[in-house]
């Protein structure tokens, strides 16, 4: 939190105004829902935070690891809570930052109340902060991470053919739990063509013989997210399966080959890219390498064109190239890496290569 | 959709961007994630609606309900979606309505694209719609009600002394599902000194003999929410708790007995909370007396001071006075309750009495 002062200080803002999520988590470990009642930590440069709640979950900060730690005030139901946010700030007209997830109808009460003062998001000055993983955060990662990869081993040794991917999804929901996830988060099942679409809705196609599979799921462990992808195929695989695997396979590790500290996030996207464009399916490849994971399945940094950030020792994200042919099948190989003195580690090690499943 | 666009025109606004959630559920039928990449329905006056997703989640929505119904555009992940929103929406001075819940980083995009518009809630046109609950939706409504009331008698019917708050929170998040909910939502065990704290995170406290034990909790069916809470008594309670008991069941029917078509949203939160002050227990009640309740857990119409909108046949709500006593215990009562022709019905049967249970 004192970090968070000092950024908002130097990042020339009067202030910044923290909503439940993963924002409020990181800083102060209070999980509270995002609701129409405004909750919301403020940061202030030159004094001390402080976190305003609805007056009936004050109790409910005070009992949280917020309490005690940060002052607690709070606003009654009847009441606009916007006003007191502007008090609380002391009206700053200097620019203020507000939590990515936010709910814009906070941010649309804000800007009426605080109405000299410019918006900007809060990930300006927490993105940086958050990127860094502690070794306690990298430890839950890696510990989501190898839970992911036991509930592939599980389910890759079950039979898949005939069973309807919607099933699929749920016996994988279960086997992210039962490997030591807290929760299941999703779990994608495309099989045969709908594996063209990256985020296809797992549904009531029945898996066949000769299907080529994406799955695409995740958990979270201590707040921490894993998402992990593999493509199988059911049965021999064909030629042409083997062959975009192989090419999916070589951009995966081509990309991991290229982070190291301070390299460009794009420069790890256009690693995987280009191999993809020289085996000539380039337009088949639609989303960018990758994207941060932490306390959110998506954050900063995200791999891809445009990102000139520079990695450092410590960012965690994914690594995931994939071709999607309409009508036909796609391919996607996914890990989550920390990057390190050196280069890469991969914190998932299930097997890369293609994987014949029954 | 058509009736949205309509009132989206007489509101004098010049467009609506509906975010993922349930806005755009009600809307479209289509269930996608909340990202940082924008998804967004684009509500035209004058022409049709378009849905902008990302490129990767093209095929995704083409097989959702809005497929086929709604043109699709999509962006790709190197690109910039809030240009392309302008372009959509014809670049309007006009005030631009947006989801409630859209991501403050959406918002903040928008506005940095659509410098010249103003934004205001997408709830001022979409809430009076979405208030108003059809058939189709009091039946999903009823339906989670009754399972609640089951999941209810399923955990009173148990031993709670001795157990842990959490345990039994646990529990409850099992029957929730076991009597026909598809998801449990939330899980309130405030036993004892706990009951005080409205939203009181279930913890490690063991239930003794001699507590009130307030119990709030809810699940999904269909989309659509329940929420009950019930206040029993471990063994034989005190007079105390039978007195505050007594007047938030009073308070809790003076509520019900105030709704009919036409009456402002205030005078019934004002039937309970007269009650209370009368009893002398006012500064004891530290919350609104209830919410609406549909494809969100609260939604408009707040039955809440300073809120002079009429009740309206369909209409569904919480009614759910309280008294909390800091250090000693807590007490509430609430039922799901539907707007008819001639006052108000509930949609929960199970008991107000105080129940004593083991």
């Given amino acids: ?3 968070a002062a000092e950024r908002t200080a130097s990042a020339g803002l009067g202030g910044l105004v923290v909503s439940p999520g993963p924002d409020l988590v990181y800083l102060t470990g209070y999980e509270a829902p995002p609701l129409e009642r405004l909750t ?3 940061i202030r440069p030159g004094t001390d935070p402080v976190l305003l709640v609805p007056e009936l979950e004050h109790p409910r900060a005070e009992a949280s690891p917020a309490g005690g730690r940060i002052h607690v005030e709070s606003w009654p139901d009847a009441g606009d809570p916007y006003p007191v946010v502007r008090e609380l700030l002391g009206g700053p007209d200097a620019p203020v930052g507000v939590s990515d997830r936010l709910w814009a109808s906070h941010l649309l009460g804000l800007q009426r109340e605080l109405s000299h003062a410019s918006f900007v998001p809060a990930s300006a000055v927490l993105a940086p902060l958050r990127m860094r993983k502690d070794d306690g955060e990298l430890g839950l990662l890696a510990g989501a991470a190898e839970a992911a990869d036991e509930a592939l081993r599980r389910l890759t040794s079950e039979v898949l053919e005939g069973r309807r991917e919607e099933d699929v999804a749920a016996a994988l929901a279960m086997h992210l739990t039962g490997a030591g996830h807290d929760t299941a988060a ?9 594996g063209a679409s990256p985020h296809h809705h797992a549904g009531e196609r029945e898996i066949r013989d000769g299907d080529c599979v994406v799955l695409d799921f995740g958990g979270s462990l201590g707040g ?4 992990l992808t593999r493509t199988v195929a059911v049965g021999a695989p064909s030629d042409h399966i083997r062959e975009v695997h192989g090419i999916v ?8 080959q290229a982070v190291a500290p301070g390299v460009a996030a794009q420069e790890v996207d256009r690693a995987a890219r280009s191999v993809i464009e020289q085996a000539g399916y380039g337009p088949d490849f639609i989303h960018r390498t990758g994207h941060g994971i932490g306390l959110e399945e998506h954050e900063p940094p995200y791999i891809v064109e445009g990102n ?5 020792v410590g960012n965690t994200f994914s690594i995931e190239p994939g071709i999607y042919l309409a009508g036909r099948f796609g391919v996607r190989i996914e890990d989550i ?15 890369r290569e293609l994987v014949s499943v029954a």
Same sequence: chains 1, 2.
Avoid at 249 to 256: D, E, I, N, P, S
């Fill in 308 to 312: 000139a950030t520079p990695l450092q």
């Fill in 40 to 42: 919301a930590l403020l």
């Fill in 186 to 194: 999703f779990t994608i099942v495309g099989s045969g063509p709908n």
């Fill in 249 to 256: 396979h070589r951009a995966q590790a081509a990309a991991f």
């Fill in 337 to 351: 890496v920390v990057v390190t003195e050196t280069g890469a580690r991969s914190l998932n090690q299930a097997p």
């Fill in 224 to 227: 921490y997210f894993s998402d």
């Fill in 1 to 3: 939190m004192a970090r």
